[in-house]
T-cell receptor, first 113, second 116 residues
Framework: NAGVMQNPRHLVRRRGQEARLRCSPV?????VYWYRQLPEEGLKFMVY????????ESGMPKERFSAEFPKEGPSILRIQQVVRGDSAAYFC???????????FGSGTRLTVV | SQQGEEDPQALSIQEGENATMNCSYK?????LQWYRQNSGRGLVHLIL?????REKHSGRLRVTLDTSKKSSSLLITASRAADTASYFC????????????????FGQGTILTVHP
């Protein structure tokens, strides 16, 4: 098991395009979290999902951002009509239980040009 | 100020020395966790300490938690050049009902440089 897999590692999008970031959690982990890290900053919580359910999306911008974790397949973070301010590293983490240490992926670095 | 603020922001030491990083937070917590991030990489979970614990060890790592002061410290003993990384503390808040889920609130991190 290779841990949390995120792809792509790097993504370049022009302003106005859509960005789709994928996260495959550790096998058997049913809790998935997305975090965003701006340069020189710590990680900021975006959304917490369990299979087919969004549990907490309080960290997600109200518009253009959405996340899903379908019954089959990876979790997807979708950013529509990207703007330069969306440029950041997006990390996915998974855990087997509600309260535990988390396994983080290597992140997707989004650059909006 | 943010939940989970680390101090110092940057720390530079020689190999073999000990490194101590501090973290302060604001709310009641269920647990506090420390993570390491190498440049351009993801985070690696180091240690989790629960709110009813005061000290925890893992290899060369020692973590303390003082809930009365809302602070934690991470001590790395006998540091190595490979310990060079950013270190983050992250808290899981205790909800009013006594239940929590694992949303992490991160601090800004301490950049540790260990010189060979």
């Amino acid at each position: 098991n290779a841990g949390v897999m995120q792809n792509p590692r790097h993504l370049v999008r022009r302003r106005g395009q859509e960005a789709r970031l994928r996260c495959s959690p550790v096998k058997g982990h049913s809790h998935v979290y997305w975090y965003r890290q701006l340069p020189e900053e710590g990680l900021k919580f975006m959304v917490y999902l369990q299979k087919e359910n969004i549990i907490d999306e309080s960290g997600m911008p109200k518009e253009r951002f959405s996340a899903e974790f379908p019954k089959e397949g990876p979790s997807i973070l979708r950013i529509q009509q990207v703007v330069r301010g969306d440029s950041a590293a997006y990390f996915c983490a998974s855990s087997p239980r509600v309260i535990s240490g988390y396994t983080f992926g290597s992140g997707t670095r989004l650059t909006v040009v | 100020s943010q939940q989970g603020e680390e101090d110092p922001q940057a720390l530079s030491i020689q190999e073999g020395e000990n490194a101590t990083m501090n973290c302060s937070y604001k709310t009641s917590i269920n647990n506090l966790q420390w993570y390491r991030q190498n440049s351009g990489r993801g985070l690696v979970h180091l240690i989790l300490i629960r709110s009813n614990e005061r000290e925890k060890h893992s290899g060369r790592l020692r973590v303390t938690l003082d809930t009365s002061k809302k602070s934690s410290s991470l001590l790395i003993t006998a540091s190595r050049a490979a310990d060079t990384a950013s270190y983050f503390c992250a808290t899981v808040e205790a909800n009013a009902g006594g239940t929590s889920y694992g949303k992490l609130t991160f601090g800004q991190g301490t950049i540790l440089t260990v010189h060979p």
